[in-house]
């Protein structure tokens, strides 16, 4: 009779034994990915509730840091719909933080764009996100760090 494939269940690590394992299996690589976005969502979400704003909200904000796009582009990036997009955008114009201005290319489109105030709340978002980061990657070696940029941009390359 051939040995068995399955593993005996004493050789299995107990709940409350440590486990030193690598992550090698597709479910742990998800497993990980999935507790990091959680750890990072939720650093997001303090921070956007801090400056009372939505997590949507802080992404317009990001998104719009180094560019001034169309609604449609907006909308692509963000994965809202037009009417969605419009109010969103309605909402942060009336706090004063984006501005729409009539594109240059396409008299019946509009860009939109930070204002001195909507800059001034990105950047206080995007420091206090820094360090949030910064202390989460802390026990990081340089190499770690360097790693982890090539793996997350090797990601986001997809």
Do not use: N, Y
């Not at 650093?43 to 956007?48: D, K, M, P, Q, V």
């Not at 990001?62 to 719909?81: K, N, V, Y």
């Not at 997009?85 to 004063?96: C, I, N, S, Y």
């Amino acid at each position: 009779m051939p040995p068995s494939h399955h593993p005996d269940p004493a050789d299995r690590p107990q709940a409350d034994e440590p486990h030193d394992r690598q992550v090698d299996e597709p479910q742990d690589t998800v497993d990980a990915l999935v507790q990091l976005s959680f750890l990072i969502q939720g650093a997001l979400t303090r921070i956007a509730s801090e400056h009372d704003l939505s997590l949507i909200q802080v992404r317009l904000l990001g998104i719009l840091r180094d560019r001034r796009p169309g609604m449609l582009e907006l909308a692509r990036h963000l994965g809202l719909d037009k009417s969605s997009m419009t109010g969103l955008v309605t909402r942060a114009e009336k706090r004063g933080l984006v501005q729409r201005t009539p594109s240059p290319h396409d008299g019946r489109a509009v860009l939109v764009g930070l204002t001195p105030l909507g800059r001034q709340l990105t950047d206080q978002c995007t420091a206090e996100m820094d360090e949030q980061i910064a202390a989460l990657t802390a026990p990081l070696t340089t190499t770690e760090h360097t790693q982890i940029r090539a793996l997350a941009a090797k990601l986001l390359r997809r």
